[in-house]
């Protein structure tokens, strides 16, 4: 599951990875009960297996370890003054403690699923019991994701695995987003796990001379899961093939600035000056191409966007000259906390509307838990104060319209774009300074991107300081990708629309609907 993700795109895998977890962790939880307290007494003097805690783990190390190992990509952090070896020591705690939290994430699905498997399943028939896992296992596995999305350590839920390659899957995106495409790929991986559980108990059953299963429940299993496979990818097809109308008058054409400006000198007075230098110039060429407005990335110009600051910004000089509307990424200042955040700047210089990043990066834009991890590992952020985050029910209006806004990490967090959409947001801006990772981080980040347009039937424009820049339309295909740490300009026209998905309109229905349907599936398999 780890090599699924951008940039090998090995979605295919993703189908079948889950299977041999599955397959374990059922038979250890059947042999014996991973909750002591719930077990009975004959089971309570059999210990639970070790294998049945090491392995959800282990696979958990695997998948987050080698789809996030560009965290490490941070190293070295000599720029900002930390020494090689504390930056190499603080690249892999922080790549250490992600892997960590997505593997325990992994071993609560792994405690509840054994738990049914030993406790509920038997209470139905040899034939019922394969699907009740399967069910409960995808609920519980969709459960998992939404509480790791809710929390300020989440990217690597397992629809990303398909994008932005199997565009066809994610349009189930637009039924209940990532929950709808992550219960896909776990529905197919569990059916063909069950399938191979009921072939060993036919083969080798618990006792001698009992055959538990059938070979017709082990055919049925194969038959239904590419029954599965085909028909969500069919139904995501048509999603995908739906005609999307989008009249001249909703035209917007943008341009995207993609700054180019190392970190290791970003915030010394060299990466001030090109800054400063490349923003100006390249606002000026894409206002004589006659777009409406310019997109810069992340924190483009690194200082606070004050009245005193800007007065005497070449760049905010530029607007007054020009007179075309300008996304500015910069600092903002409430109270005495800085925001990292995106302003709106019209044509007169006045500043429209800002909306303030609201999912910070733990440990570099703030510190969870301050109080213990602040003694062990310092910011890696170079600012001199924490960042404040923004409020998640703020909306970004513009003269075009209002606008649905990710800044960097915002982009991983479905549920802030499916608010905005449904608020009116009738297209995307995303803005990133992607350059303290490597290579795959710029295009896991575009992936998410690629997803956020596909749920909320969007068009997308992605500026970042050294790529990927992108359009992208509400279908997910990508209509335009920059090079990666080069200078780039780009100009091109999107869309602004007002449709609202399945999910822009009910959000995670498909979750409950699923826990519906395993209240229900309880009660008949205890009656039956």
């Not at 509307?353 to 590992?377: A, C, N, Q």
Request: proline share 5%; glycine share 8%; aromatic share 12%.
């Amino acid at each position: 599951m780890g090599i699924t993700p951008a940039p090998l795109n090995l979605w295919p895998l993703a189908w079948i990875a889950l299977v041999p977890l599955w397959v374990l962790v059922v038979e250890e939880g059947t042999k014996r009960p991973p909750i002591a307290f719930l077990s009975n007494r004959e089971t309570k003097s059999k210990p639970v297996n070790g294998w049945f805690f090491l392995l959800p783990v282990l696979w958990g190390i695997a998948y987050h370890g080698l789809a996030l190992f560009w965290i490490t990509g941070i190293h070295p952090m000599t720029w900002l003054g930390v020494p090689w070896l504390a930056s190499l020591a603080i690249a892999s705690f922080c790549w250490v403690f992600i892997t960590l939290w997505g593997a325990g994430l992994v071993l609560i699905w792994a405690l509840g699923q054994g738990l049914f498997a030993a406790k509920f399943a038997p209470l139905s028939s040899a034939f019922f019991s394969p699907f009740l896992r399967v069910l409960i296992g995808t609920t519980l596995w969709c459960s998992v994701e939404y509480l790791g999305s809710s929390t300020s350590l989440w990217w690597t839920s397992l629809a990303y695995t398909q994008s932005p390659t199997n565009l066809v899957i994610l349009h189930l995106g637009q039924l209940s987003g990532t929950t709808a495409v992550t219960a896909a790929i776990v529905a197919v991986n569990g059916l063909i796990a069950e399938a191979w559980i009921a072939w060993q108990q036919h083969a080798h059953p618990p006792i001698q001379g009992r055959k538990t299963t059938t070979t017709s429940v082990q055919n049925l299993l194969i038959f239904l899961a590419i029954i599965l496979f085909l028909v969500l990818h069919s139904l995501g097809f048509l999603l995908y093939r739906i005609p999307r109308i989008d009249p001249a008058e909703t035209a917007l054409t943008v341009g995207i600035i993609q700054g180019n400006i190392p970190n290791d000198i970003k915030l010394n007075s060299e990466g001030w000056r090109r800054a400063l230098a490349g923003y100006t110039s390249g606002y000026q060429e894409l206002a004589d191409r006659g777009v409406d407005a310019v997109l810069t990335p992340e924190t483009a110009l690194p200082f606070l966007w004050t009245k005193d600051n800007r007065r005497y910004s070449e760049f905010y000089r530029a607007i007054l000259d020009k007179g075309v509307l300008a996304w500015v990424g910069t600092f903002g200042k409430e109270g005495n906390r800085i925001t990292n955040s995106l302003f709106t700047v019209t044509a007169t210089g006045e500043t429209y509307s800002s909306y303030d990043k609201v999912k910070l990066v733990p440990l570099g834009e703030f510190i969870p838990f301050e109080e213990i991890l602040g003694r062990i590992i310092n910011r890696l952020s170079p600012l001199e104060a924490q960042l404040k985050g923004g409020n998640p029910n703020q909306v970004f209006d513009t003269p075009f319209g209002r606008a649905i806004v990710g800044i960097c990490y915002d982009s991983a967090f479905s549920a802030l774009f499916r608010r905005q959409a449904a608020a009116g947001g009738e297209f995307i801006i995303s803005a990133s300074n992607d350059a303290h990772y490597t290579a795959a981080m710029a295009i896991q980040h575009h992936a998410q991107d690629v997803m956020r347009a596909i749920e909320t039937d969007r068009w997308a424009i992605r500026a970042t300081n050294t790529g990927y820049s992108a359009i992208v339309d509400p279908q997910g295909r990508t209509r335009w990708i920059s090079e990666l740490n080069t200078y780039q300009l780009h100009s091109a026209t999107i869309y602004r629309r007002q449709t609202q998905t399945l999910y822009v309109r009910w959000g995670e229905w498909l979750l409950g609907l699923l826990w519906a349907i395993c209240a229900i599936a309880f009660i008949l398999s205890r009656r039956q």
